[in-house]
């Protein structure tokens, strides 16, 4: 099956520096590769999401982008702020597949 | 916004005694996921809904859990009986089948609030 590995497992920054977290997985037939945000006592939220047919795609202050030849994919967040401290998933899922392969998660915290 | 709607937000049970989690997902989305999440870990996958048809519970315990979607919406995950090791975060989720003629179908998965499980 699909293996998806996450560093780092911590990250702090000072707030408005950028953060980046990277992912790598081992099915290159996976194809489609999502964030999510998970703040303390809450279920993950879908942050922004790429497919392989891109390489790179920005939603404000967060971007994420794709090597499919080496297989890794990364979560920019830049100008961080308080708000942006929480746990960050990444996951990969194969063609036509339901399931998501998640990564262990990255721990953020930005210091005011 | 839409939103997956889970209930009780926090349970705490005994073990061998049974508990029951709800799940209201996003209208319209017919695919729904619960997944057990233990602390400082990804969600795990248990068991996947296609309407009222279970897909996948390959990973679901099945001497002790059990879930249903009758109605192809709502859903219910059950547990009996709770062991210790089945403290964690249950969350549900739902999706909405994307795709087009250049690329794949994949699933944009939305998840609920999760429901913290304590078993003593």
């Known amino acids: 099956g699909e293996n998806v590995e996450q560093h780092p497992s911590t990250l702090s920054v000072q707030e408005g520096d950028s953060a980046v977290i990277k992912c790598t997985y081992s099915?290159?037939?996976?194809?489609?590769f999502p964030w999510y945000k998970q703040e303390l006592g809450k279920g993950p939220q879908l942050i922004i999401d790429?497919?392989?047919?891109?390489g790179e795609k920005k939603d404000q202050r967060i971007a994420v982008t794709l090597n499919k030849t080496a297989k890794h994919f990364s979560l920019h967040i830049t100008e961080t702020q308080p708000e942006d401290s929480a746990v960050y998933f990444c996951?990969?899922?194969?063609?036509?597949?339901?399931?998501?392969?998640f990564g262990a998660g990255t721990t953020v915290t930005v210091r005011a | 916004e839409a939103e997956v709607a889970q209930s009780p937000r926090y349970k705490i049970t005994e073990k061998s005694q049974a508990v029951a989690f709800w799940c209201d997902p996003i209208?319209?989305?017919?695919?729904l996921y619960w997944y057990r999440q233990i602390l400082g870990q990804g969600p795990e996958l248990l068991v996947q809904?296609?309407?009222?048809?279970?897909?996948?519970d390959s990973q679901l315990p099945k001497d002790r859990f059990s879930a249903e979607r009758l109605k192809g919406v709502d859903s219910t995950l059950k547990i009996q009986p709770a062991e210790l090791g089945d403290s964690a975060m249950y969350l549900c989720?739902?999706?909405?089948?994307?795709?087009?003629?250049?690329?794949?179908?994949?699933?944009?998965?939305?998840f609920g609030p999760g429901t913290r499980l304590t078993v003593t």
């Open positions: 099915d290159s037939a996976s194809n489609y």
């Open positions: 989720a739902s999706s909405l089948l994307r795709g087009d003629r250049a690329f794949s179908v994949y699933y944009e998965q939305y």
């Open positions: 209208s319209g989305h017919a695919t």
């Open positions: 809904f296609q309407d009222e048809s279970v897909v996948d």
């Open positions: 790429i497919r392989s047919n891109v």
């Open positions: 996951a990969a899922s194969k063609p036509n597949d339901y399931k998501l392969s």
